[in-house]
């Protein structure tokens, strides 16, 4: 069982950036993908950004530009750079594995607005 905790949300204005984070209970971010989600408001979980066990990256194209996810092996950690922020980027993050999900954490809202 893995267990993950997101944090680093918060309330931004537009333009403004966040730095979320995501700690995992185990040993696997050197040897899985990892990836970032949000869930809006009204809508469906998505996908937004990626990165393998060898650190290549995918963005969906909605925030593609302004978000950067990277990681830290020997921390279990998995961050998300936001900068930009645009008011559709409100919604709660999750971090999970795209290719084995885990059970979600609790996420960490963010809300970009003035």
């Known amino acids: 069982q893995v267990h993950l905790v997101e944090s680093g949300g918060g309330l931004v204005q537009p333009g403004g950036s966040l730095r979320l984070s995501c700690v995992v209970s185990?040993?696997?971010?050197?040897?899985?993908?990892m990836g970032w989600y949000r869930q809006a408001p009204g809508k469906q979980r998505e996908l937004v950004a990626t990165?393998?066990?060898?650190?290549?990256?995918n963005y969906a194209d909605s925030v593609k530009g302004g978000f950067t996810i990277s990681k830290d092996n020997a921390k279990n950690t998995l961050y998300l750079q936001m900068n930009s922020l645009k008011p559709e980027d409100t919604g709660v993050y999750y971090c999970?594995?795209?290719?084995?999900?885990?059970?979600w954490g609790q996420g960490t809202q963010v809300t970009v607005s003035s």
């Open positions: 990165i393998t066990s060898d650190g290549r990256t």
């Open positions: 999970n594995l795209p290719l084995t999900i885990q059970t």
């Open positions: 185990r040993n696997i971010i050197s040897i899985l993908a």
